[in-house]
């Protein structure tokens, strides 16, 4: 489609510059639920992630709890020149509640990814055993012991979303994003408050499970049970193929009339705001190939005015906590 290099955004107030479309790695840990039904496709995430970064595409979003995702993007980064910026996760469980546990799962995410710090360190949910002050303030001090560059949320409702950026604000550290669902059929930030509170506070918008996990790409069909159906319904609150249909024909259409996929006419919907950065999870070369040129797209007011027509079932708040996702 296009081999001019990808758009580049600002994650929040961070120094970070980014390629437009961020790689998702939840698929390179493995796991059920990743699991392709033909058998593991891990062999070809090497080729995923040399096809991003040599696109610029650099970067990438890991959690401790990504099963070996960590460890594979440090295989990976070992002796790789080209740059990328590494955002991972926090998983606080009810396990977890003294502090040292957060430092002991700092130190365990820089040794898996060969790292002496990470750009970016998200709190993976806002249920948390150790109360959040003291949580944000330690993740604080690990910014200004330099193992950690920013501190990002995920899952945080508007509300935890100011409370969060005031305490780290309080010690110095700017909260720079907050990482939800978000998609044409998930559509709850626009109307939580949460988009408003990133603009505000100047955080970015992570945007995951941009294609629905599939469903905005046309892997799930009309009666078709996939592999993540649960998943997709657990994280979607059941936007099934049925009435989904409506927006995949509109991105089906769209992309007929500017030679796109229908995953590339949803992911390039996402871009069309700068407070919002989507992360894609990738696979294959295929997939990053994709994305990059999705990244290149600019829909036109008629084209954003139809998806937004169609997905507006889609754009209701909703709990922005919800069990079983990555
Ligand atoms: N913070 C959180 O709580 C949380 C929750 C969920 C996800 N995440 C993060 O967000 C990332 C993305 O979300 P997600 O993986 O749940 O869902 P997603 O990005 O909406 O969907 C990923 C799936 O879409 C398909 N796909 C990707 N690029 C494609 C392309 N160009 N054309 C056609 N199909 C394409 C692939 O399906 P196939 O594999 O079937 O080919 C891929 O596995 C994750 O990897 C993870 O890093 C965070």
Partial sequence: MHNSPVQRRKIGSSDLEVGVVGVGTWQWGGGAIWASPKGPD???????????????LD????????????????????GDPRPAVIASKYFP???????QALDRAIDRSLERLGVDCIDLYQVHWPFSMIPHRRLLRRLAAAVHDGRIRYVGVSNFTAVQTRRAYAILADAGVPLVSNQVSYSL?????????????????????????PLAQ???????????QGVRTGVMSALLGRPTPDRASVVNQSLLRIGAEIGASQAQVAIAWMCRDPAVFPI???RNAAHAKSNVDAAA?????????????????FRRARRATRRLVG
């Fill in 42 to 56: 891990q062999t070809d995430i090497p080729s995923a992630y040399d096809v991003a970064l040599d696109h610029g």
């Fill in 280 to 282: 894609v999870g990738v």
């Fill in 59 to 78: 970067f990438l979003d890991t959690a401790e709890i990504y099963g070996a995702a960590e460890s594979v993007i440090g295989g990976l980064r070992s």
């Fill in 297 to 313: 797209i600019q829909l036109d007011s008629d084209q954003l005015h139809e998806l937004d027509a169609v997905s507006v079932p």
């Fill in 214 to 224: 599939g469903l905005l790409a046309g892997k799930f069909r009309l009666g078709v």
């Fill in 93 to 99: 469980s009810p396990k977890r509640w003294r502090l």
């Fill in 185 to 209: 059929l998930r559509r709850a930030p626009e109307v939580n408050g949460v988009l408003d509170a990133c603009r505000e506070l100047e955080m970015t918008l992570i945007g995951y499970s």
